[in-house]
């Protein structure tokens, strides 16, 4: 009893590595990273020089329009892709008739839903930590604080969770 809880807790998670071997296979991931890197980049480019690049110094102490501008990008992002990226994670299973061998092994229904929702989160992620480099350029113009940088961090962090875990259970009753 006490060897099966033990291995349990070890993170023997193989489902999360065959979701995330299937995703990297996938040319759409890439696509989708690319293009929103660049549409963010490019945007925050625009946004600099039209309102940052009077002067060098005019600048300083006006972080605050950039950084709200990136934060409200991002929950654009999570709301739009993060719930058809989450919604698939079983409803896959179910079309090509494999959810019943899932069930058959020695995976616990909880295991199984929470290394799909792992599994679909991780992609998620990655988008929001693209935009790293502009909110350390936010940052270092000043006028955000780093509490706002981190409760906007937890904020972002939360609701990818949040949306993930109501998109899955969307999939789950489908």
Do not use: N
């Not at 110094?57 to 972080?63: C, K, P, S, V």
């Not at 709301?79 to 061998?101: C, H, I, N, S, V």
């Not at 502009?134 to 000043?142: E, F, I, N, Q, R």
């Amino acid at each position: 009893m006490a060897k099966k809880i033990l291995r349990r807790w070890r993170l023997d998670w193989p489902l999360l590595g065959k979701e995330l071997l299937e995703q990297a296979t996938r040319k759409q991931m890439y696509v989708i990273r690319v293009t929103y890197a660049l549409v963010l980049f490019g945007v925050f480019c625009v946004y600099y020089a039209r309102h940052l690049a009077e002067g060098q110094l005019l600048a300083l102490g006006r972080g605050m329009g950039p950084f709200q501008f990136l934060v409200t990008a991002q929950l654009v992002t999570i709301y739009l892709f993060l719930p058809p990226l989450m919604a698939g994670a079983l409803a896959q299973e179910k079309e090509r008739d494999t959810l019943g061998l899932l069930f058959l092994t020695d995976l616990t229904p909880w295991e199984l839903i929470l290394q799909k929702y792992v599994g679909r989160l991780i992609p998620m992620l990655t988008l929001l930590f693209l935009s790293l480099p502009l909110l350390a350029v936010a940052y270092s113009l000043g006028g955000v604080s780093a509490g706002m940088l981190y409760s906007s961090a937890m904020t972002l962090f939360l609701t990818c969770l949040w949306v993930g875990a109501l998109a899955l259970e969307c999939s789950a009753h489908e």
